[in-house]
């Protein structure tokens, strides 16, 4: 049989998520019988003429930008591959700050434009996209360009975006410089972006996403990778330093900027037993005592950072993917793990809750593996994530299959929000606006950016 990454619900323990504000165990012995119900959520999917997105009765769509066939303001045509995305609250209604994961095969770069370009040799980076308070485009334009493989990142409590470069490559060919930074990016301030810093002090790594620490500046950030599996890491910023806007640029451009702070990864313990994978932990509530290793080589000059580390020092995982901050701690995904990997045990997803308070971390949530990918009913591999404003999460697949849009009620009740109609690419970015009438997402290949509307309610839970 072969294995999946679907399989949304862990028969063992139940959905447990985290909200953002209050941490709620959301999941009980009832989840998995509730799965199979359709009343959860906002009705069925309605298949769509377009052929597009499938919506529950009465939601409906825009789109907002199309890859390849908008233009950006320069007169090129939108990026492919649209990616992690955050929305920041404007004047005439919003600004969505848009990743572009563009490796160097896709068919439209971000623009190479003076001033906004890191590395020439690159295509990935960022647009901003303006919209009315309707979710109707104004404009779209770049914000960043010349970097690699943009894909999740991370909001900053000074309301900028944090885009991660998911990539190792040295210069060299047609790159003229290193990648595998992060980089700040305003949503509003052209001026604040032109000639971009990367901010090296984070590391040279695979970087996935970041979760911002508002009241002491310090970042926590995930590692995509393997051979040796990725790491969990923790930066604390230097002494006397004052996050906002501006002040991680000037930090990164000081005498020294290159390693300023302590850039520390993760290295957990059960009692006195070390844990070398995550995927150890199979039960939710879970909980490990959390110390922290110096990063001898940040920038990985002469071996990857993960691999100046062995076993017995820190604690890997497979598939380090979302994070983000609520009530006072840092949740982090780790999106699969399989055995022929060298993970310990198979799952199809962990989220786990970083408490600085205790320095621990626990385990809220495990999805198990399910080998059919085809039902619309099962869902897998939740990347990025948002919460709602009318209760629970929505989180975007990145799986096998039919992908999804997928809805989960604070009683832990999945549903679904949103079927891609046209292919199985991934959904990508789900972020609501300000006043949650908008939620802007995502499907990557070919390249959409929409803006779904409706009658927005707290989701029915199936167990009602």
């Known amino acids: 049989m072969s294995v999946s990454r679907r399989g949304f619900l862990s028969a063992a323990g139940g959905l447990g998520i985290a909200l953002a504000g209050s941490v709620e165990a959301i999941a009980g012995p009832g989840v998995a019988r509730a799965a199979t119900r359709a009343a959860a959520g906002y009705g069925p999917l309605v298949a769509d003429p377009a052929g597009l997105l499938a919506l529950p009765s009465g939601f409906s769509y825009k789109v907002v930008a199309q890859a390849g066939k908008t233009l950006l303001e320069s007169g090129e045509p939108t990026p492919s591959d649209a990616d992690g995305t955050a929305c920041f609250t404007s004047r005439s209604g919003a600004t969505l700050v848009n990743n572009h994961e563009i490796g160097g095969g896709e068919p439209f770069r971000v623009p190479a434009l003076p001033g906004l370009t890191y590395d020439p040799g690159a295509g990935g980076g960022t647009t901003n996209i303006e919209v009315d308070a309707r979710g109707n485009r104004i404009k ?14 991370g909001r900053t409590p000074w309301n900028t975006w944090l885009t991660c470069e998911e990539t190792e490559q040295r210069a060299g060919g047609r790159y003229q410089k290193d990648h595998g930074y992060v980089f700040e990016v305003d949503a509003f301030d052209q001026q604040a972006n032109q000639n971009p810093v990367p901010l090296k002090f984070l590391g040279r790594y695979s970087h996935e996403a970041v979760a911002v620490d508002p009241g002491t500046t310090t970042i926590y950030l995930t590692e995509d990778a393997g051979g040796p599996l990725g790491l969990y890491f923790r930066w604390t910023p230097p002494k006397g330093f004052t996050g906002g806007k501006g002040a991680l640029r000037e930090l990164a451009t000081s005498v020294g900027g290159d390693t300023a702070g302590q850039l520390q990864a993760m290295s957990c313990f059960h009692g006195s037993q070390h844990i070398a994978d ?12 959390v110390r922290w290793v110096d990063v001898p080589d940040r920038d990985a000059r002469t071996v990857s950072v993960r691999s100046q580390f062995t076993d017995d020092q820190v604690t890997r995982s497979r598939k380090l993917e979302g994070a983000y901050w609520g009530d ?7 999106s699969y793990a399989r055995s022929s990997d060298g993970s310990v045990n198979e799952h199809d997803g962990q989220v786990w809750f970083y408490d600085p308070r205790t320095e621990s971390i626990t385990l809220t949530t495990i999805f198990g593996v399910n080998p ?4 619309d009913t099962d869902y897998d591999g939740p990347d990025n994530i948002t919460v ?4 629970g999460v929505i989180l975007a697949e990145d799986g096998e299959g039919l992908s999804h849009l997928v809805g989960v009620t604070k009683q ?14 991934e959904f990508t970015g789900p972020t609501f606006n300000a006043d949650g009438s908008i939620l802007f997402a995502n499907i990557q290949t070919p390249g959409y950016v929409f803006a ?13």
Do not use: M, Q
């Open 140 to 153: 779209e334009y770049v914000s960043l360009a010349g970097t690699h493989n943009n894909c999740a990142g």
């Open 278 to 289: 995550l995927s150890e932990a199979t039960k939710p509530g879970t909980r490990y005592k």
């Open 328 to 334: 006072g701690g840092a949740y982090f995904v780790a």
């Open 372 to 375: 059919d990918p085809s039902k």
């Open 388 to 391: 709602s404003p009318y209760g």
């Open 412 to 425: 832990g009740s999945p549903y679904p929000l949103a079927r891609n109609e046209l292919n199985e690419s």
């Open 452 to 464: 779904i509307s409706g009658p927005w309610r707290r989701p029915r839970n199936s167990a009602d």
